[in-house]
């Protein structure tokens, strides 16, 4: 259990640190910030929490000095869905704040056509690693097939050609399952492979790693 300031000495000025934030510098970060509620000045993300503050642990400026982000620090105990909706209002912030910074040119550096903004938020505060599409659709199969270990030889061969044309394609639809290549390993496609429940938990993982 981590009260608030060991969670923001441990936790968050490590991450901001990594991020290329300098705690320190007054220009770039403000702790213990006065937070009003008039239209002109500057406002929390709309998240409510059990007990109100007039102050907000951390602000991050933009190099001209206004605030681009604003973060609370929380005990480890708290609810981490307050954690989870404060990255949400970081990512919308930013992705309004600069719009030469898009996820759409986020998604090509990192090499993942459907990664989120959200996620590139995570990766840069070291919360959750963005991998690459490739790496991410790997890593699903890999479990899938791990998860089913009673699958034959054809439907672990379905499974190594799904992902070849989910990684050439970057999509799928339903109806492509039962359609060239894979009509190749049986002539009902993934009808005559997989069963009914099994087909659901393919297309759960499709969905998962391609939505």
Do not use: C
């Not at 910074?101 to 090499?111: A, N």
């Amino acid at each position: 259990m981590q009260n608030e300031k060991l969670t923001r000495k441990e936790i968050i000025d490590s991450r901001l640190k990594q991020a290329g934030w300098n705690v320190a510098d007054r220009t770039q970060v403000v702790e213990e910030f006065f937070i009003s509620v008039e239209n002109n000045t500057v406002n929390e993300p709309a998240i409510s929490y059990k007990t109100k503050t007039e102050f907000s642990d951390y602000v991050l400026l933009e190099k001209n000095g206004k605030p681009l982000a604003v973060l609370e620090a929380k005990k480890s105990v708290s609810d981490p869905r307050i954690g989870e909706e404060q990255l949400h209002a970081l990512a919308q912030l930013m992705n309004a704040r600069d719009p030469f910074v898009t996820e759409r040119l986020l998604q090509r550096v990192y090499g993942n056509q459907h990664a989120k903004f959200l996620q590139f938020i995570k990766h840069i505060l070291r919360v959750e690693p963005v991998r690459s599409f490739e790496e991410t659709v790997t890593i699903a199969f890999d479990e899938f097939i791990k998860l089913h270990s009673t699958l034959s030889n054809n439907q672990i061969e379905f499974m190594h050609v799904l992902k070849e044309y989910l990684l050439d394609k970057g999509k799928i639809e339903k109806k492509d399952l039962i359609n060239p290549p894979f009509t190749q390993l049986h002539p009902q496609g993934i009808l005559g492979v997989f069963s009914p429940k099994e087909i659901e938990e393919i297309i759960s993982v499709i969905q998962k790693v391609a939505a």
